[in-house]
């Protein structure tokens, strides 16, 4: 099992431009999560989709869209890069086990840089 | 609005001292709790998880928390620090039937020789 990956590791990006973040997990979970990781300011959420067909906003959504591909991807697109999305990024899955909430598992980071 | 707050952003340790990171949340209804850790260039990986239960919780590499519901506390800690723990720790919160979790700001822990 590779668990969650990420591509690309590294981007660098002028202003104005687009790119996709692609995730992909294979452990059959439902919820899938995009955040971003600042200094001094923990994960915060920007998206998510609870289930294959849904997607939901989350902390901070502005500026970004995302796509559930399918059960396994989901990708988190930047159409119009600002400096203020330079940011690492991660993506999450989650499965619920027996109805509780259970762990998320991350993917090992896009580091984004917008000049 | 559920919150967590972590107090401390850095905390330093000698090699072999004990270990206390501090997690307070904020909730009105009971919560599942988490502590992550997230190592230099990585993502972050469960440490450990209070769900029902046993409100002391044991984790990898020797770390352990406590629920204290009317502390509205879950600290996390480990008897002897080794410099491997040297990492950012990340205290986070969800709910039963919900698909958020709300992280705290993280506690970067630095280990001296």
């Known amino acids: 099992n590779a668990g969650v990956t990420q591509t690309p590791k590294f981007q660098v990006l002028k202003t104005g431009q687009s790119m996709t973040l692609q995730c992909a997990q294979d452990m059959n979970h439902n919820s899938m999560y995009w955040y971003r990781q600042d200094p001094g300011m923990g994960l915060r959420l920007i998206y998510y989709?609870?289930?294959?067909?849904?997607?939901d906003k989350g902390e901070v959504p502005n500026g970004y869209n995302v796509s559930r591909l399918n059960k396994r991807e989901f990708s988190l697109r930047l159409e119009s890069a600002a400096p203020s999305q330079t940011s690492v990024y991660f993506c999450?899955?989650?499965?619920?086990?027996?109805?509780?909430?259970?762990?998320?598992?991350f993917g090992p980071g896009t580091r984004l840089t917008v000049l | 609005a559920q919150s967590v707050t972590q107090l401390g952003s850095h905390v330093s340790v000698s090699e072999g001292a004990l270990v206390l990171l501090r997690c307070n949340y904020s909730s009105s209804v009971p919560p599942y709790l988490f502590w992550y850790v997230q190592y230099p260039n990585q993502g972050l990986q469960l440490l450990l998880k209070y769900t029902t239960g046993a409100t002391l919780v044991k984790g990898i590499n020797g770390f352990e928390a406590e629920f204290k519901k009317s502390e509205t506390s879950f600290h996390l800690t480990k008897p002897s620090a080794h410099m491997s723990d040297a990492a950012e720790y990340f205290c986070?919160?969800?709910?039963?039937?919900?698909?958020?979790?709300?992280f705290g700001a993280g506690t970067r822990l630095f280990v001296k020789a």
């Open positions: 999450a899955s989650r499965g619920l086990a027996g109805g509780r909430t259970d762990t998320q598992y």
């Open positions: 986070a919160v969800s709910y039963t039937g919900g698909f958020k979790t709300i």
């Open positions: 989709s609870a289930s294959e067909g849904t997607t």
